[in-house]
């Protein structure tokens, strides 16, 4: 296949999907990874796609490629943040085995927690040191320490995240929507909540309002995989896909 026919076909696949990682690109292209890479580059100083860590996405204003670090994550929709936060916390019981995703709004339910005898795994630094003060038993999860979300992840995180069997996750989600589902920017943090959702009992994502209707480069679950916390739904035909968990529902009903 000539250059300008691989550039044609990537661009194409690009408007199907929105997003494809390099390895996917080479098996359909069936060429080597370093020429994928050097199209993505041509690519995109073009402005014919966004390049990122690990493949490219469509140039769209609902796909996120970018990622704050956790100290502007934290300050960003704060008030809805410690809403879903402080409903979340009431879902974990007595004797749960719990596990608590890296992010800002999961850091903000440890605050909320209060419940004897449970247990949690954490891929969190600060989720890790705030759950041992209060006194919970906590292990924090083994491998790579990613600065900008302080997160633990890699092959190594993954592997030790298999050997558990959880009663309740819950998680953090830069997009969410119904075609790509619950998307991250990064690769090795998408494995990650991949494999711990997949030893969950039972699944939360929380999300506020803000995150809905957007897309980022890594798929790590489909709706169906977990119930959403938000704080307000506005587009209501999310329901026709997850359950769904609203703030304001809550606080009208008294109920979860």
């Known amino acids: 296949m000539l250059t300008e026919e691989r550039y044609t076909t990537i661009l194409a696949i690009l408007a199907e999907r929105k997003a494809i990682t390099v390895p996917e690109l080479t098996k359909l292209l069936k060429t080597s990874e370093s020429t994928i890479r050097r199209d993505l580059t041509v690519l995109h100083s073009r402005g014919k796609l966004h390049k990122v860590y690990g493949g490219a996405t469509s140039?769209?204003?609902?796909?996120?490629?970018?990622?704050a670090d956790v100290l502007t994550k934290n300050d960003l929709n704060k008030e809805s943040k410690i809403a879903i936060a402080r409903l979340a916390a009431k879902l974990i019981g007595p004797n749960d085995f719990v596990y608590l995703d890296a992010g800002t709004t999961t850091e903000w339910m440890i605050d909320f927690i209060n419940v004897n005898h449970a247990t949690f795994?954490?891929?969190?630094?600060?989720?890790?040191?705030?759950?041992?003060?209060?006194?919970?038993?906590?292990?924090?999860?083994?491998?790579?320490?990613?600065?900008?979300?302080?997160?633990?992840?890699?092959?190594e995180t993954i592997e030790n995240i298999k050997k558990y069997n959880f009663t309740k996750g819950f998680f953090g989600t830069n997009c969410i929507s119904i075609k790509a589902g619950f998307t991250t920017p990064d690769v090795s943090e998408g494995a990650v909540k991949n494999e711990a959702i997949l030893r969950c009992e039972k699944c939360y994502v929380l999300a506020d309002a803000s995150k809905f209707n957007k897309i980022?480069?890594?798929?790590?679950?489909?709706?169906?995989s977990a119930t959403i916390i938000t704080d307000k739904l506005k587009d209501k035909k999310y329901r026709d896909y997850t359950n769904i968990i609203e703030v304001e529902n809550h606080d009208l009903h008294g109920n979860v």
């Open 59 to 67: 140039i769209d204003t609902n796909y996120s490629t970018d990622e």
């Open 121 to 155: 795994v954490t891929n969190g630094m600060g989720h890790a040191m705030k759950l041992a003060f209060k006194g919970y038993t906590t292990y924090i999860v083994s491998g790579r320490v990613k600065t900008t979300t302080a997160a633990i992840v890699g092959s």
């Open 216 to 224: 980022a480069p890594i798929t790590f679950a489909n709706l169906s």
